[in-house]
């Protein structure tokens, strides 16, 4: 096992700064080179690290294709990074892989496409212990955004919900941010099936395969300073990705009220009246988990609160048919586990399943429909405003890891010998923008249950992919001269 350079990796990789309550992500475009990378060398020794715990503030950045080449990166270089960062979210073919049709087109985002903004160059991720402190830190760092030769596109707030116990939850009333895979190597540790090498979120440290990732890098004689390591294929070329990674981001609004609406009308009694528990219960199905995360593998017939942090199942032998978990359930869809062919319930299972994991460190934005997250009261409050997640997740390799698990397993109708159910929560209701899939199936004895007709509950409201450099890239891309 390689040791992690944690000096030198961004920190949002090893920690999702939960002690760090507000939080925002602002999107910026490059108008001056030279200024821009002046601006950039003046932070880099202000980005948070992932050895050191922020106490009150931190910083964070990446890049999109676009940005690395406004801040004067050459071609050749720019070719090393992956295919599917240089192409972006939006190409017409990506459309269709991550079902970014219909009301997800990437004509109606309100940021992303180039259409109605500004194409994306920079990201910074602010965090701050409370808002007053957020304020205070953006107007500082805004206020050299003129001089650094750089503007302000889209300012992100966020807005974190939590319930009485500390746990995360976000806006259909779900606790969230529970199946958070291990990274080997950091500190924390738990069940081996849950832990991940490094190199599956982390360029330059070998990945489930047991090799390295492809990572971007330059030549040598671009590098003179030596502020970059020797790459993987000798000194003539010099390592640019190395303690980097590749960071998906998505803005998905989710439509609550329609949610629990939908599942107030399909759970009805025979006289109209609605039936809290049966509406609860679909949810759950739907999600996988109860709303106090409680799994249904462990819990299937009512919510455990006790069980609500629990993370260490599996399903293939625990519930192979899915009476407790139905087969398309969202958790069960976005981390199979071990129900993987061709040998489920195996350790080959889990070793596949390695290989698609994601790293997930997203926010939810919008202040709730009803403070309480309880259903009834949702469905009684007045719904006004946008409200959603900042889905951000980390990984080494974009198209297996990121678009995979959208294409093949959350979009995908034939998903664990289903026929025509995409994920219930976030899927494509018409995959790959043909034919129609808007069926829910919760497997039961005699007689299973399928709903049908569920509308999209989530919208993507914009989206990019970044690269987040390591602290000594940054240092190096700052120092480019055309």
């Not at 895979?181 to 738990?190: A, D, H, M, N, Q």
């Not at 070998?206 to 590098?223: F, I, K, M, W």
């Not at 990984?395 to 698990?405: D, M």
Request: overall charge neutral; aromatic content about 8%; proline content about 6%.
């Amino acid at each position: 096992m390689s040791t992690l350079e944690l000096q030198d990796i961004q920190g949002i990789i090893v920690r999702g700064y939960s002690n760090l309550e507000a939080a925002s992500f602002v999107l910026l475009s490059i108008q001056n080179a030279v200024s821009a990378r002046h601006w950039l060398g003046s932070l880099v020794d202000r980005i948070q690290n992932g050895h050191d715990r922020p106490s009150d503030t931190c910083l964070n950045l990446a890049f999109t294709c676009d940005g690395l080449k406004a801040l004067g990166l050459d071609q050749a270089t720019l070719d090393t990074f992956s295919t599917e960062f240089r192409e972006g979210m939006t190409p017409p073919y990506k459309s269709r892989v991550l079902g970014d049709h219909g009301d997800n087109a990437p004509a109606l985002w309100d940021w992303g496409s180039g259409i109605h903004s500004p194409s994306i160059h920079i990201m910074l991720m602010l965090y701050a212990a409370d808002e007053g402190k957020l304020i205070s830190f953006y107007d500082e760092l805004a206020n050299a955004f003129g001089s650094g030769g750089v503007a302000l596109i889209r300012k992100l707030d966020t807005f974190m919900l939590k319930d009485e116990h500390g746990g995360f939850r976000e806006h259909f009333g779900f606790r969230d941010a529970i199946g958070q895979p291990i990274v080997e190597g950091l500190s924390k540790t738990g069940s081996p099936d849950n832990t991940i090498k490094a190199g599956e979120f982390i360029l330059g440290y070998p990945n489930e395969y047991g090799l390295l990732t492809e990572t971007p890098t330059v030549s040598a004689q671009r590098d003179r300073q030596n502020l970059l390591p020797e790459g993987q294929n000798g000194p003539e070329e010099h390592d640019l990705g190395r303690n980097g990674s590749y960071v998906v981001f998505r803005q998905l609004g989710q439509k609550v009220q329609a949610f629990w609406q939908f599942l107030d009308g399909v759970t009805q009694q025979s006289d109209g009246t609605s039936d809290p528990k049966a509406r609860v219960q679909l949810a759950s199905k739907i999600v996988g988990r109860w709303p106090s995360g409680t799994p249904l593998v462990q819990a299937p017939d009512r919510d455990q609160s006790k069980l609500g942090d629990k993370n260490e199942f599996a399903y293939h032998h625990a519930d192979p048919h899915g009476f407790k978990c139905p087969l398309g359930a969202h958790i069960r869809r976005s981390n199979p586990r071990d129900s993987l062919d061709p040998q489920p319930g195996t350790p080959k299972s889990i070793a596949i399943n390695k290989t698609h994991r994601l790293l997930r460190r997203g926010r939810t934005y919008g202040k709730p429909v009803a403070d309480s997250l309880n259903p009834q009261d949702m469905l009684k409050a007045e719904e006004t405003g946008e409200r959603g997640i900042h889905f951000i997740c980390i990984s080494a390799n974009i198209a297996r890891q990121f678009e995979f698990v959208q294409q093949t397993w959350l979009n995908n109708p034939k998903f664990n010998g289903l026929y025509s159910d995409t994920d219930p929560l976030v899927g494509d209701r018409a995959p790959g923008g043909v034919g129609t899939a808007n069926a829910f199936t919760a497997q039961a004895q005699p007689v299973r249950n399928r709903v049908m007709g569920l509308p999209n509950f989530v919208v993507v409201r914009g989206g990019a992919y970044f690269f987040l450099p390591s602290i000594r890239a940054c240092r190096y891309l700052a120092s480019l001269s055309i």
